[in-house]
Protein backbone atom coordinates (compact mmCIF):
# COMPACT_ATOMS: atom_id res chain seq x y z
CA UNK A 1 0.00 0.00 0.00
CA UNK A 2 2.98 2.37 0.62
CA UNK A 3 4.49 1.55 -2.79
CA UNK A 4 1.57 1.83 -4.53
CA UNK A 5 0.87 5.34 -2.92
CA UNK A 6 4.22 6.72 -3.43
CA UNK A 7 5.12 5.39 -7.00
CA UNK A 8 1.49 6.86 -8.02
CA UNK A 9 1.90 9.83 -6.29
CA UNK A 10 5.31 10.70 -8.55
CA UNK A 11 3.55 9.52 -11.55
CA UNK A 12 0.96 12.76 -11.51
CA UNK A 13 3.40 15.02 -9.35
CA UNK A 14 7.33 16.13 -9.64
CA UNK A 15 8.39 15.42 -6.09
CA UNK A 16 7.33 14.56 -2.55
CA UNK A 17 8.50 17.05 -0.43
CA UNK A 18 8.55 16.00 3.03
CA UNK A 19 7.98 12.33 3.86
CA UNK A 20 6.53 13.39 7.18
CA UNK A 21 3.79 15.37 5.65
CA UNK A 22 3.09 12.70 2.51
CA UNK A 23 2.38 10.03 5.03
CA UNK A 24 0.03 12.21 7.19
CA UNK A 25 -1.59 12.73 4.31
CA UNK A 26 -1.87 9.41 3.31
CA UNK A 27 -2.85 8.03 6.48
CA UNK A 28 -0.53 5.58 6.69
CA UNK A 29 2.60 5.73 9.33
CA UNK A 30 6.13 7.28 8.43
CA UNK A 31 8.09 4.39 9.11
CA UNK A 32 6.24 2.52 6.31
CA UNK A 33 6.58 5.50 4.01
CA UNK A 34 10.73 5.15 5.24
CA UNK A 35 10.81 1.71 4.54
CA UNK A 36 9.16 1.65 1.08
CA UNK A 37 11.29 4.66 -0.09
CA UNK A 38 15.04 3.02 1.21
CA UNK A 39 13.95 0.29 -0.57
CA UNK A 40 13.09 2.21 -4.09
CA UNK A 41 15.93 3.96 -3.50
CA UNK A 42 18.36 0.95 -3.83
CA UNK A 43 16.53 -0.28 -6.69
CA UNK A 44 16.44 3.29 -8.45
CA UNK A 45 12.89 3.62 -8.90
CA UNK A 46 13.22 6.90 -6.54
CA UNK A 47 15.85 9.17 -5.72
CA UNK A 48 15.90 10.13 -2.31
CA UNK A 49 17.19 13.64 -0.38
CA UNK A 50 17.62 13.52 3.28
CA UNK A 51 15.44 15.84 5.59
CA UNK A 52 16.37 16.33 9.32
CA UNK A 53 14.48 18.52 11.75
CA UNK A 54 15.05 19.02 15.36
CA UNK A 55 11.93 18.36 17.44
CA UNK A 56 11.07 19.22 21.24
CA UNK A 57 9.98 16.37 23.01
CA UNK A 58 8.97 16.53 26.91
CA UNK A 59 11.12 14.52 29.69
CA UNK A 60 9.29 12.13 32.21
CA UNK A 61 9.04 15.25 34.46
CA UNK A 62 7.61 17.66 31.83
CA UNK A 63 5.08 15.20 31.44
CA UNK A 64 4.18 14.89 34.99
CA UNK A 65 3.61 19.09 34.76
CA UNK A 66 1.88 18.98 31.43
CA UNK A 67 -0.69 16.35 33.07
CA UNK A 68 -0.79 18.14 36.94
CA UNK A 69 0.52 21.78 36.16
CA UNK A 70 3.83 22.91 36.90
CA UNK A 71 5.23 22.85 40.99
CA UNK A 72 4.90 26.49 40.97
CA UNK A 73 1.10 26.68 40.13
CA UNK A 74 -0.19 23.95 42.10
CA UNK A 75 2.04 25.59 45.12
CA UNK A 76 -0.32 28.67 44.62
CA UNK A 77 -3.46 27.24 44.16
CA UNK A 78 -2.19 25.32 47.80
CA UNK A 79 -1.91 28.56 49.72
CA UNK A 80 -5.25 29.96 51.00
CA UNK A 81 -6.32 33.82 51.02
CA UNK A 82 -5.40 33.65 54.40
CA UNK A 83 -2.01 31.99 54.00
CA UNK A 84 -0.69 28.39 55.41
CA UNK A 85 2.02 27.16 57.51
CA UNK A 86 4.80 25.94 55.77
CA UNK A 87 4.49 22.58 57.71
CA UNK A 88 1.01 21.56 56.07
CA UNK A 89 1.36 22.91 52.92
CA UNK A 90 4.87 20.44 52.74
CA UNK A 91 2.73 18.05 53.70
CA UNK A 92 0.13 18.82 51.42
CA UNK A 93 2.61 18.94 48.32
CA UNK A 94 4.98 16.38 49.13
CA UNK A 95 8.51 16.79 49.28
CA UNK A 96 9.62 17.53 45.36
CA UNK A 97 6.70 19.72 44.63
CA UNK A 98 6.80 21.57 47.48
CA UNK A 99 10.88 22.53 46.94
CA UNK A 100 10.90 22.78 43.12
CA UNK A 101 7.69 25.13 43.97
CA UNK A 102 8.79 27.11 46.37
CA UNK A 103 12.13 27.76 44.32
CA UNK A 104 9.59 28.88 41.44
CA UNK A 105 6.59 30.80 43.35
CA UNK A 106 9.19 33.10 45.02
CA UNK A 107 11.24 33.56 42.01
CA UNK A 108 8.70 34.61 40.15
CA UNK A 109 7.02 36.70 43.01
CA UNK A 110 4.10 34.82 43.72
CA UNK A 111 4.50 33.98 47.37
CA UNK A 112 5.74 35.28 50.25
CA UNK A 113 7.70 32.60 52.51
CA UNK A 114 7.97 33.62 56.19
CA UNK A 115 9.73 31.63 58.73
CA UNK A 116 6.94 29.53 59.77
CA UNK A 117 3.82 30.98 57.43
CA UNK A 118 3.62 30.79 53.58
CA UNK A 119 0.98 33.39 51.68
CA UNK A 120 0.37 35.02 48.69
CA UNK A 121 1.60 38.02 46.78
CA UNK A 122 -0.31 38.02 44.40
CA UNK A 123 -4.51 37.59 43.77
CA UNK A 124 -3.84 35.50 40.50
CA UNK A 125 -1.23 33.92 38.04
CA UNK A 126 -1.19 31.59 34.86
CA UNK A 127 0.60 28.33 34.83
CA UNK A 128 2.61 29.41 31.49
CA UNK A 129 5.15 26.74 32.15
CA UNK A 130 1.97 23.98 31.38
CA UNK A 131 0.81 25.76 28.44
CA UNK A 132 3.97 25.53 26.69
CA UNK A 133 4.38 21.77 27.45
CA UNK A 134 0.79 21.36 25.97
CA UNK A 135 2.06 23.22 22.90
CA UNK A 136 5.31 21.26 22.54
CA UNK A 137 2.87 17.56 23.07
CA UNK A 138 0.69 18.73 20.57
CA UNK A 139 3.20 19.53 17.69
CA UNK A 140 3.42 23.18 18.08
CA UNK A 141 7.19 25.03 17.65
CA UNK A 142 8.20 27.56 21.00
CA UNK A 143 10.04 30.57 20.57
CA UNK A 144 13.61 30.56 21.68
CA UNK A 145 13.45 31.92 24.82
CA UNK A 146 10.80 29.56 26.05
CA UNK A 147 12.70 26.72 24.86
CA UNK A 148 15.52 27.92 26.97
CA UNK A 149 13.36 28.38 29.95
CA UNK A 150 12.08 24.61 29.55
CA UNK A 151 15.65 23.11 28.76
CA UNK A 152 17.40 24.47 32.37
CA UNK A 153 14.21 23.00 33.87
CA UNK A 154 15.17 19.85 32.08
CA UNK A 155 11.78 19.42 31.26
CA UNK A 156 12.36 19.09 27.00
CA UNK A 157 14.98 17.50 25.35
CA UNK A 158 15.84 17.40 22.04
CA UNK A 159 14.85 14.71 19.30
CA UNK A 160 16.09 14.81 15.53
CA UNK A 161 13.11 13.71 13.02
CA UNK A 162 14.30 12.21 10.05
CA UNK A 163 12.43 12.05 6.74
CA UNK A 164 13.18 12.20 2.97
CA UNK A 165 12.38 14.07 -0.13
CA UNK A 166 11.85 11.95 -2.92
CA UNK A 167 11.53 12.33 -6.37
CA UNK A 168 11.30 10.00 -9.65
CA UNK A 169 14.94 7.99 -10.82
CA UNK A 170 16.18 6.80 -13.72
CA UNK A 171 14.66 3.26 -13.21
CA UNK A 172 11.35 4.97 -12.76
CA UNK A 173 7.96 3.20 -13.22
CA UNK A 174 4.26 3.38 -11.97
CA UNK A 175 4.90 -0.32 -10.69
CA UNK A 176 7.15 -2.19 -9.31
CA UNK A 177 7.73 -5.48 -10.72
CA UNK A 178 10.19 -8.43 -8.86
CA UNK A 179 12.48 -9.12 -10.91
CA UNK A 180 13.36 -12.65 -11.30
CA UNK A 181 16.46 -14.19 -9.85
CA UNK A 182 16.43 -17.74 -12.35
CA UNK A 183 15.04 -18.73 -15.61
CA UNK A 184 12.76 -21.82 -14.91
CA UNK A 185 11.33 -24.78 -17.10
CA UNK A 186 8.13 -23.28 -16.90
CA UNK A 187 9.37 -19.96 -17.71
CA UNK A 188 10.70 -21.42 -20.74
CA UNK A 189 7.53 -22.99 -21.38
CA UNK A 190 5.31 -20.80 -21.26
CA UNK A 191 7.25 -18.09 -22.88
CA UNK A 192 7.10 -15.05 -20.37
CA UNK A 193 10.79 -15.23 -20.34
CA UNK A 194 10.71 -12.60 -22.76
CA UNK A 195 9.27 -10.26 -20.62
CA UNK A 196 10.71 -11.19 -17.77
CA UNK A 197 12.77 -8.36 -15.79
CA UNK A 198 15.99 -10.06 -14.42
CA UNK A 199 18.10 -9.58 -11.44
CA UNK A 200 21.40 -7.95 -12.16
CA UNK A 201 24.53 -10.23 -10.93
CA UNK A 202 26.29 -8.39 -8.47
CA UNK A 203 30.18 -9.77 -9.29
CA UNK A 204 31.74 -7.90 -6.37
CA UNK A 205 29.81 -9.64 -3.78
CA UNK A 206 31.72 -11.46 -1.35
CA UNK A 207 30.39 -15.09 -0.81
CA UNK A 208 29.67 -17.09 2.15
CA UNK A 209 32.58 -17.27 4.46
CA UNK A 210 34.46 -20.78 4.23
CA UNK A 211 34.00 -22.64 7.45
CA UNK A 212 37.37 -24.37 8.74
CA UNK A 213 38.27 -25.84 12.33
CA UNK A 214 40.23 -23.99 14.69
CA UNK A 215 42.55 -25.15 17.20
CA UNK A 216 41.73 -24.57 21.14
CA UNK A 217 44.58 -22.59 22.82
CA UNK A 218 45.43 -25.25 24.93
CA UNK A 219 46.41 -27.94 21.83
CA UNK A 220 48.51 -24.41 20.53
CA UNK A 221 50.57 -24.41 23.70
CA UNK A 222 50.56 -28.15 24.08
CA UNK A 223 52.20 -28.33 20.49
CA UNK A 224 54.79 -25.58 21.13
CA UNK A 225 55.84 -27.45 24.77
CA UNK A 226 56.28 -30.82 22.67
CA UNK A 227 58.44 -28.70 20.56
CA UNK A 228 60.23 -27.71 22.94
CA UNK A 229 60.86 -30.97 24.49
CA UNK A 230 62.04 -32.48 21.63
CA UNK A 231 64.22 -29.30 20.95
CA UNK A 232 65.90 -30.64 24.16
CA UNK A 233 66.21 -34.48 23.16
CA UNK A 234 63.71 -35.33 25.03
CA UNK A 235 61.58 -38.45 24.19
CA UNK A 236 57.57 -38.95 24.33
CA UNK A 237 56.02 -41.76 27.02
CA UNK A 238 52.91 -43.47 26.83
CA UNK A 239 49.90 -41.80 28.56
CA UNK A 240 47.36 -43.56 27.01
CA UNK A 241 45.89 -45.15 30.24
CA UNK A 242 43.91 -43.11 32.27
CA UNK A 243 42.86 -45.62 34.55
CA UNK A 244 45.97 -46.71 37.38
CA UNK A 245 46.18 -48.75 39.68
CA UNK A 246 46.93 -47.54 43.02
CA UNK A 247 50.54 -49.19 43.17
CA UNK A 248 51.95 -47.56 40.07
CA UNK A 249 49.96 -43.46 41.55
CA UNK A 250 51.08 -44.16 44.85
CA UNK A 251 52.93 -46.73 46.04
CA UNK A 252 55.89 -46.95 43.48
CA UNK A 253 56.51 -43.30 44.02
CA UNK A 254 56.88 -43.86 48.18
CA UNK A 255 53.79 -42.55 49.28
CA UNK A 256 52.59 -43.90 52.22
CA UNK A 257 49.09 -45.00 51.90
CA UNK A 258 47.31 -43.40 54.96
CA UNK A 259 48.75 -40.06 52.88
CA UNK A 260 46.02 -37.53 52.72
CA UNK A 261 46.25 -37.70 48.84
CA UNK A 262 45.08 -40.80 48.63
CA UNK A 263 42.02 -40.47 50.43
CA UNK A 264 38.31 -40.38 48.22
CA UNK A 265 38.06 -36.52 48.82
CA UNK A 266 41.05 -36.38 47.08
CA UNK A 267 41.27 -39.27 44.22
CA UNK A 268 38.32 -40.32 41.93
CA UNK A 269 38.05 -44.56 42.16
CA UNK A 270 36.64 -46.65 40.40
CA UNK A 271 33.92 -48.92 41.31
CA UNK A 272 34.16 -51.45 38.22
CA UNK A 273 36.98 -52.87 37.63
CA UNK A 274 37.75 -51.74 41.22
CA UNK A 275 40.89 -53.55 41.31
CA UNK A 276 44.26 -54.36 39.10
CA UNK A 277 44.90 -58.06 38.21
CA UNK A 278 48.65 -57.69 37.28
CA UNK A 279 51.65 -56.60 39.13
CA UNK A 280 55.34 -57.10 39.02
CA UNK A 281 55.59 -59.22 42.32
CA UNK A 282 59.12 -59.08 43.21
CA UNK A 283 58.91 -55.29 42.33
CA UNK A 284 55.65 -55.42 45.28
CA UNK A 285 57.30 -57.02 47.49
CA UNK A 286 60.25 -54.83 47.06
CA UNK A 287 58.08 -51.73 47.37
CA UNK A 288 56.36 -53.23 50.86
CA UNK A 289 59.87 -53.88 52.14
CA UNK A 290 60.85 -50.10 51.68
CA UNK A 291 57.51 -48.76 53.15
CA UNK A 292 57.71 -51.05 56.07
CA UNK A 293 61.15 -50.93 57.47
CA UNK A 294 62.82 -48.82 54.76
CA UNK A 295 66.59 -49.72 53.08
CA UNK A 296 69.11 -48.18 51.14
CA UNK A 297 69.54 -45.59 54.42
CA UNK A 298 65.86 -45.45 55.09
CA UNK A 299 63.87 -45.66 58.16
CA UNK A 300 60.89 -46.36 55.72
CA UNK A 301 56.93 -45.46 57.32
CA UNK A 302 57.04 -48.40 59.29
CA UNK A 303 53.32 -48.92 58.87
CA UNK A 304 51.75 -52.35 57.89
CA UNK A 305 51.68 -51.98 54.18
CA UNK A 306 47.75 -53.38 52.63
CA UNK A 307 48.26 -55.35 48.85
CA UNK A 308 44.41 -54.44 48.43
CA UNK A 309 45.40 -50.77 48.86
CA UNK A 310 47.63 -50.95 45.89
CA UNK A 311 45.05 -52.64 43.93
CA UNK A 312 42.77 -50.10 43.73
CA UNK A 313 42.01 -48.99 40.52
CA UNK A 314 42.00 -45.08 40.04
CA UNK A 315 41.88 -42.06 37.60
CA UNK A 316 45.58 -40.86 37.59
CA UNK A 317 45.80 -38.27 39.60
CA UNK A 318 49.29 -37.42 38.01
CA UNK A 319 51.76 -38.40 35.06
CA UNK A 320 54.28 -39.52 37.58
CA UNK A 321 52.56 -42.73 37.71
CA UNK A 322 53.44 -43.07 33.86
CA UNK A 323 57.36 -42.16 35.03
CA UNK A 324 56.84 -44.94 37.23
CA UNK A 325 56.54 -47.18 34.97
CA UNK A 326 58.91 -46.15 32.45
CA UNK A 327 61.52 -46.08 34.86
CA UNK A 328 60.81 -49.62 36.01
CA UNK A 329 61.12 -50.82 32.44
CA UNK A 330 64.27 -48.73 32.46
CA UNK A 331 66.21 -50.72 35.30
CA UNK A 332 65.23 -53.86 33.73
CA UNK A 333 68.18 -52.94 30.96
CA UNK A 334 71.60 -52.34 31.14
CA UNK A 335 71.77 -48.61 31.91
CA UNK A 336 71.56 -45.70 29.42
CA UNK A 337 70.70 -42.27 30.29
CA UNK A 338 67.31 -40.93 29.31
CA UNK A 339 65.13 -37.52 28.77
CA UNK A 340 60.92 -38.66 28.70
CA UNK A 341 58.32 -36.38 29.02
CA UNK A 342 54.33 -36.56 28.66
CA UNK A 343 51.74 -34.38 28.43
CA UNK A 344 48.47 -35.24 28.58
CA UNK A 345 44.95 -35.56 31.32
CA UNK A 346 44.89 -36.00 35.01
CA UNK A 347 42.03 -35.97 37.43
CA UNK A 348 41.27 -34.67 41.07
CA UNK A 349 38.64 -34.96 43.02
CA UNK A 350 39.18 -30.82 43.48
CA UNK A 351 36.48 -28.05 44.18
CA UNK A 352 36.05 -25.96 41.15
CA UNK A 353 36.83 -22.66 40.95
CA UNK A 354 39.02 -20.03 38.82
CA UNK A 355 42.29 -21.80 39.18
CA UNK A 356 41.51 -25.01 39.64
CA UNK A 357 39.66 -28.08 37.97
CA UNK A 358 38.70 -31.58 38.70
CA UNK A 359 39.99 -32.87 35.52
CA UNK A 360 43.02 -30.72 33.55
CA UNK A 361 46.47 -31.52 31.77
CA UNK A 362 49.65 -32.45 33.33
CA UNK A 363 53.23 -31.52 31.69
CA UNK A 364 55.91 -33.47 32.77
CA UNK A 365 59.47 -33.61 32.11
CA UNK A 366 62.32 -35.97 33.75
CA UNK A 367 66.22 -37.03 33.21
CA UNK A 368 67.62 -39.62 34.58
CA UNK A 369 71.19 -40.18 34.64
CA UNK A 370 74.24 -40.59 36.80
CA UNK A 371 75.19 -37.70 39.25
CA UNK A 372 73.01 -35.05 38.52
CA UNK A 373 72.18 -32.36 41.21
CA UNK A 374 70.06 -29.80 42.38
CA UNK A 375 71.85 -27.19 39.84
CA UNK A 376 71.78 -29.47 36.90
CA UNK A 377 67.84 -29.17 38.12
CA UNK A 378 67.16 -25.89 38.25
CA UNK A 379 69.36 -25.22 34.97
CA UNK A 380 66.93 -27.47 32.98
CA UNK A 381 63.91 -25.28 34.32
CA UNK A 382 65.21 -22.21 33.42
CA UNK A 383 65.75 -23.54 30.05
CA UNK A 384 62.38 -25.03 29.74
CA UNK A 385 60.68 -21.97 31.71
CA UNK A 386 62.33 -19.15 29.45
CA UNK A 387 60.53 -19.11 26.70
CA UNK A 388 57.15 -18.62 28.97
CA UNK A 389 57.38 -16.69 31.91
CA UNK A 390 59.86 -15.34 34.96
CA UNK A 391 60.59 -17.95 37.22
CA UNK A 392 60.50 -18.01 41.10
CA UNK A 393 61.48 -21.46 43.16
CA UNK A 394 60.36 -22.11 46.76
CA UNK A 395 61.35 -25.04 48.62
CA UNK A 396 58.15 -27.77 49.42
CA UNK A 397 57.66 -31.05 50.22
CA UNK A 398 57.04 -34.01 48.23
CA UNK A 399 56.80 -37.78 49.56
CA UNK A 400 58.96 -38.66 46.64
CA UNK A 401 61.25 -36.10 45.68
CA UNK A 402 64.05 -34.47 47.79
CA UNK A 403 65.10 -31.70 47.71
CA UNK A 404 61.86 -30.22 46.18
CA UNK A 405 60.85 -27.10 44.79
CA UNK A 406 57.62 -25.49 43.82
CA UNK A 407 57.65 -23.45 40.49
CA UNK A 408 56.27 -20.07 40.08
CA UNK A 409 55.92 -17.86 37.12
CA UNK A 410 54.19 -13.76 37.11
CA UNK A 411 51.13 -13.64 35.76
CA UNK A 412 50.05 -10.69 33.65
CA UNK A 413 46.49 -10.20 34.62
CA UNK A 414 46.39 -11.28 38.26
CA UNK A 415 49.60 -9.41 38.48
CA UNK A 416 51.05 -11.83 40.80
CA UNK A 417 53.40 -15.06 41.06
CA UNK A 418 51.22 -17.98 39.89
CA UNK A 419 52.17 -21.40 41.13
CA UNK A 420 52.46 -23.01 37.97
CA UNK A 421 54.51 -26.59 38.90
CA UNK A 422 56.47 -28.50 40.84
CA UNK A 423 59.26 -30.15 40.78
CA UNK A 424 62.32 -32.45 42.52
CA UNK A 425 64.74 -35.22 42.11
CA UNK A 426 63.28 -38.81 42.92
CA UNK A 427 64.30 -40.27 46.09
CA UNK A 428 66.21 -42.98 46.46
CA UNK A 429 63.28 -45.03 48.25
CA UNK A 430 61.46 -45.05 44.88
CA UNK A 431 64.64 -45.81 42.48
CA UNK A 432 66.68 -47.59 44.07
CA UNK A 433 63.85 -50.77 44.60
CA UNK A 434 63.09 -50.55 41.02
CA UNK A 435 66.70 -52.00 40.48
CA UNK A 436 68.46 -48.76 39.07
CA UNK A 437 72.29 -48.20 40.16
CA UNK A 438 72.67 -46.50 43.12
CA UNK A 439 74.93 -43.90 41.62
CA UNK A 440 71.95 -43.05 38.90
CA UNK A 441 69.97 -39.58 39.75
CA UNK A 442 66.59 -38.48 38.74
CA UNK A 443 65.25 -34.63 38.32
CA UNK A 444 61.78 -34.25 37.46
CA UNK A 445 59.19 -31.66 36.82
CA UNK A 446 55.58 -31.21 36.33
CA UNK A 447 53.08 -28.67 35.77
CA UNK A 448 49.56 -27.83 34.58
CA UNK A 449 49.16 -27.09 30.65
CA UNK A 450 46.39 -24.83 31.55
CA UNK A 451 48.07 -22.28 33.91
CA UNK A 452 50.60 -21.47 31.09
CA UNK A 453 48.33 -20.57 28.92
CA UNK A 454 46.53 -18.73 31.04
CA UNK A 455 49.18 -16.58 32.04
CA UNK A 456 50.12 -16.65 27.92
CA UNK A 457 46.82 -15.75 26.58
CA UNK A 458 45.48 -13.40 29.38
CA UNK A 459 42.97 -15.41 31.02
CA UNK A 460 41.96 -15.04 34.18
CA UNK A 461 39.72 -17.91 34.97
CA UNK A 462 40.64 -21.52 34.02
CA UNK A 463 36.60 -22.34 33.49
CA UNK A 464 36.51 -19.84 30.57
CA UNK A 465 39.33 -21.81 28.63
CA UNK A 466 38.75 -26.01 29.42
CA UNK A 467 35.19 -27.09 29.67
CA UNK A 468 31.17 -25.91 29.02
CA UNK A 469 31.31 -22.86 29.97
CA UNK A 470 33.88 -21.54 27.11
CA UNK A 471 33.17 -19.11 24.64
CA UNK A 472 33.33 -20.38 20.91
CA UNK A 473 34.54 -17.14 20.08
CA UNK A 474 38.23 -17.19 21.82
CA UNK A 475 38.42 -20.42 19.90
CA UNK A 476 38.02 -19.18 16.56
CA UNK A 477 39.98 -15.64 17.77
CA UNK A 478 42.88 -16.63 19.68
CA UNK A 479 46.41 -15.61 18.35
CA UNK A 480 49.35 -18.14 17.55
CA UNK A 481 51.37 -19.47 20.66
CA UNK A 482 54.67 -18.12 20.51
CA UNK A 483 56.45 -19.71 22.98
CA UNK A 484 60.08 -21.13 21.46
CA UNK A 485 59.20 -18.06 19.19
CA UNK A 486 61.63 -15.60 18.65
Not at 457 to 482: E, M
Request: hydrophobic letters at 35%; one cysteine or more; a positive charge.
Amino acid sequence: MAEEAVLGFLEKNEQIIDSGEFAVQQGISHDEIVNVIKSLNGFRFVEAQDIKKERWQLTAEGKTYAANGSPEFQLFMAIPQEGISRVELQKKLGDSVFKIGCQQAIKNKWVEMGKTQVSRKVAHVDDNVKAMLVKINDGEAPNQEDIDALKRRKLISPQIWKGYSVKKGPNYAPKRRKPATDLTRENLQRGDWKDLQFKEYNFSAKGLPSEGGYLHPLLKVRRQMQMIFLQMGFEEMPTNNYVESSFWNFDALFQPQQHPARDSHDTFFLREPSTTKTLPEDYVERVKQIHESGGHGSRGYGYDWKREEANKNLLRTHTTAVSSRMLYALAKKPFEAKKYYSVDRVFRNEAVDRTHLAEFHQIEGLICDRGLTLGDLQGVLYDFFSRMSKLRFKPAYNPYTEPSMEIFGYHEGFKKWVEVGNSGMFRPEMLLPMGLPEDVRVIAWGLSLERPTMILYGIDNIRDLFGHKVDLGLIKSNPICRIGLQ
